[in-house]
């Protein structure tokens, strides 16, 4: 797991669903890690159950704590909650950390009450679970084996698709407390929000799963011009904005299709973003056309960069790990199109201007 910090407002879910005795889905709830929980200013876990058919009606907060109390470790409390849905919630403060593995655990007890945990898995001596608080409803209820795994932005609209915090993490397939798994060999498919911005993605790793929202840190905007003063232009389509399709070069002024977000990555390597959030990709032969349609970094969107000084300021080079370099062409019509390109030139050179 990456660590977007606490300013950035992320959630981290595990949802689940609640069952009569014939498993007919009547309600359910979710625990998960959050970047900023409001009720205690930083880190912690939040855990609720919807009212619908399940109906809660009263809760227990781990430890007694009627009230949130900031001067005392792992103090929480439970409150109604409204908005989207309604029932009953219990909060935590609980500062996760990037890199450790953690698990969420959901505990029926009896067949009216849930009570939500988590479990350090990454410390060396085995810890005991911190419990975050117990649910009641009101009639005979049980777990189903339906449920989801999301991350959620649930922050005002950033100025820029490059403006929204990094995070990434990895999601293990949920087990039952006999380490069976909880549903096992049925994948339901992958939703990944819509909207302008596409620099989210969930890929699989084995029968678990990575989530990624936003854009890396140490990233900065630019406009990119050619030796022969054109600029890399992203293509723009309705459906996608700019971004979603192939890459053109234009003399025109640049404009939020000619804006380009640079990713750091390790081992002088890079990555480069277009408006709505798509990397770019050089993933075809040599003389093929250069596409904005990655929703993440992977060995075809990332590029060795070169600086050397070209008439007297800093040029730039970018390289492939197939060995193509990003070059502007000229097409059969007179236009200019971004190519991946085996050969050396002068139009590979790329200078970095201002971002419009």
Request: charge should be neutral; charged fraction near 15%.
């Amino acid at each position: 797991m990456t660590d977007p910090g606490t300013i950035a407002p992320y959630f981290l879910s595990q949802q689940f669903g609640i069952v009569d005795w014939n498993g007919e889905l009547l309600s359910g709830g979710y625990v998960g890690l959050q970047t900023q929980v409001t009720e205690t200013g930083g880190k912690g876990i939040l855990f609720s159950v919807f009212d619908d058919s399940a109906v809660p009606k009263r809760f227990e907060t781990a430890g007694g704590f009627p009230t949130f109390d900031p001067s005392l470790p792992n103090s929480g409390g439970c409150r109604a909650f409204g908005g989207e849905g309604t029932g009953i919630q219990c909060f935590m403060a609980y500062s996760w950390q990037a890199g450790r593995r953690y698990k969420l655990r959901v505990e029926a007890t009896g067949t009216t009450a849930y009570t939500a945990s988590v479990i350090d898995a990454s410390a060396v001596a085995p810890v005991e679970p911190v419990v975050l608080g117990t649910i009641y409803t009101l009639q005979q209820t049980y777990l189903g084996n339906y449920t989801v795994q999301w991350l959620e932005y649930y922050g005002g609209l950033p100025a820029s698709c490059a403006d929204y915090p990094y995070i990434k993490a990895l999601w293990y397939r949920p087990v039952d407390i006999g380490a069976s798994p909880v549903v096992a060999g049925i994948d339901a498919g992958t939703v990944i929000g819509g909207g302008y911005c596409k620099n989210s993605n969930v890929w699989d790793s084995g029968v678990n799963h990575y989530q990624e929202v936003g854009t890396p840190g140490g990233s900065a905007t630019w406009s990119i011009q050619d030796s022969s003063g054109y600029y890399v232009r992203a293509t723009w389509t309705s459906a996608d904005g700019c971004g979603g399709s192939d890459l053109t070069a234009s003399s025109t002024a640049p404009d939020e299709c000619a804006r380009f977000t640079r990713i750091p990555l390790t081992n002088g390597k890079v990555a480069w973003q277009t408006d709505d959030g798509y990397r770019l990709t050089c993933a075809g032969r040599s003389g093929s056309v250069v596409r904005a349609t990655a929703r993440t970094i992977s060995s075809n969107e990332s590029f060795t960069e070169k600086r050397v000084l070209a008439g007297g300021a800093d040029a730039y080079s970018y390289r492939s790990l197939s060995g193509y370099y990003l070059t502007v062409t000229k097409t059969g019509g007179g236009g200019r199109r971004l190519t991946c390109n085996a050969n050396s030139g002068a139009n590979q050179l790329f200078f970095l201007g201002s971002a419009p």
